[in-house]
Every structure is written in structure tokens, then in C-alpha cells.
């Protein structure tokens, strides 16, 4: 099986779900790289839609990579942030707007647990039905409606004071 068709199909949706699980480029770019390498091992097995599976091993990667960042920042004084992503509009107290609360989201899912993290974005950011992130992560529906429900809740509590902070 050649996988560059794979590679340049799917590549992009890709990098799209693991920069917003890691909130950085270049680990999306590292996951995404490593998502692809394992698919390549797992080739023989292999039936049905790609996607779906590159989309499972992704998002277990990006999990993975989440508790350990949680775990590291026990150990650490430092906390690291990923370069924000805004583009230049033509009015910069929009920019600044827009910046503003893409960090105030950022921040209150930035503190999910890597699960519910995985599932709000996936629902509530990349628009993917629950049917689709049953088969995107393997989890069960029920479990994924349990998260996305706790998730949900916990960024409306967090990011309420934040939110009148900012608009003070």
C-alpha cells in the first residue's frame, strides 16, 4: 500500500485536530508525523476508512502527550504556552478582541482533563457529530456525552470570570 496518497489526504485535517489538542504547531506537526508512522505499522491490519483510524491513533497520542505535560508541570516552576494563532484583521481592537478570548478559551481548556479536553474540541470546535467521535476515538457514545457534558460545564465555570475580567 503507497501511503502518500494517505499522507496528503489527510495530513491537514490532521495538523487542524493536534494543534488544537497541543496547542502548539510544532508538536501537531511531531504528532501528526508520529500518527502517520504508527499507521504505517499498523498497515497490514488495516480495514475500512483510514481516517478514522488516523484520527484514533492521533488523538490516543495527543492524550499521551497531554498527561505528560500535566505530569511535567508538577515537577516544573515553569509553564510553557503555545504561540497564539490569530490573524491580522483590518481593525486591531478586533485583533486584540479576538486574541483576548481565544485565550481566555484556551486557558479554561488548557485546565480539562485530556479526555474531555479531546472531546470538546473534537464536538465543539472541529463540528464532528458524535457518531463520528465514537469512531474517531473508540470511545463509547455514552462516555463521550459524559465528557463532552463535563467539559462543557467546566469551561462555562471557567471561563464566566474570566470573561467579566476581560470585559470589566
Known amino acids: 500500500m503507497d501511503i ?3 499522507i496528503q489526504t489527510y495530513q491537514r485535517p490532521l495538523i487542524s485536530i493536534a494543534c488544537r ?5 510544532e508538536e501537531a506537526k511531531d504528532a501528526v508525523q508520529e500518527t502517520f508512522v504508527r499507521f504505517w505499522k499498523k498497515q497490514p491490519e488495516i480495514k475500512g476508512d483510514p481516517f478514522s483510524l488516523l484520527c484514533r491513533i492521533l488523538m490516543n497520542y495527543c492524550i499521551d502527550q497531554l498527561r505528560k505535560r500535566q505530569f511535567r508541570k508538577l515537577f516544573s516552576i515553569e509553564g510553557s504556552r503555545g504561540a497564539n494563532t490569530i490573524q491580522s484583521d483590518d481593525d486591531p481592537h478586533k485583533v486584540l478582541e479576538k486574541a483576548q478570548l481565544m485565550d481566555c478559551v484556551r486557558t479554561a481548556a488548557d ?7 479531546a472531546v470538546f474540541l473534537l464536538r ?6 458524535i457518531k463520528e467521535i465514537t469512531d474517531l476515538t473508540g470511545y463509547a457514545e455514552n462516555n463521550i456525552r459524559v465528557n463532552l457534558h463535563l467539559a462543557r460545564r467546566n469551561m462555562r465555570k471557567w471561563l464566566r470570570p474570566l470573561l467579566n475580567e476581560e470585559l470589566g
Open 21 to 25: 489538542m497541543l496547542g502548539c504547531m
Open 124 to 129: 465543539d470546535v472541529e463540528d464532528y457529530s
Open 111 to 117: 485546565r480539562l482533563k485530556p479526555v474531555q479536553k
Open 4 to 6: 502518500r496518497p494517505i
